[in-house]
């Protein structure tokens, strides 16, 4: 499990816990009964992380790995659940730019106010440069 979570950069606890959970099928255990994870497993935990970061939820995720281990008769389903994965997480970056395009703005106006190129205006309180 040390070496594995090494390779993978998962936590112990984390690893565990995708094990019990299933999500880690077929994994081997040694004359102590220690898990062994061979390359493959590695491969797949690695999916793991990358589904879990593509925002899948535990149940998703088992999902997902019942219809992989399924074989190839399953990719059109694979290929429409990362297809809406796919969707949501463009979703977000395009809030994320807009986010950041905001504080682009926000900064270069609070910098043209400082160095005097812009008079101070608020939409929230009065400001003696309103003409109100």
């Not at 899948?56 to 219809?67: C, D």
Request: charged share 30%; proline share 2%; glycine share 4%.
């Amino acid at each position: 499990m040390k070496q594995a979570c090494e390779k993978t950069g998962l936590t112990y606890d984390t690893l565990k816990f995708y094990c019990n959970e299933g999500l880690v099928p077929n994994v081997k255990r040694n004359a102590n009964n220690y898990r062994v994870f061979n390359d493959k497993d590695i491969a797949w935990i690695d999916s793991l992380s990358c589904l879990k970061n593509c925002g899948m939820s535990i149940l998703e995720m088992k999902e997902y790995l019942a219809l992989c281990l399924e074989g190839e008769k399953s990719i059109p389903k694979r290929q429409e659940i990362l297809d809406v994965k796919l969707k949501e997480l463009e979703h977000k970056m395009q809030e994320i730019k807009e986010s950041i395009d905001y504080i682009h703005w926000k900064q270069g106006f609070y910098n043209d106010v400082l160095s005097g190129k812009t008079k101070y205006y608020s939409n929230l309180v009065q400001t003696k440069n309103d003409d109100n």
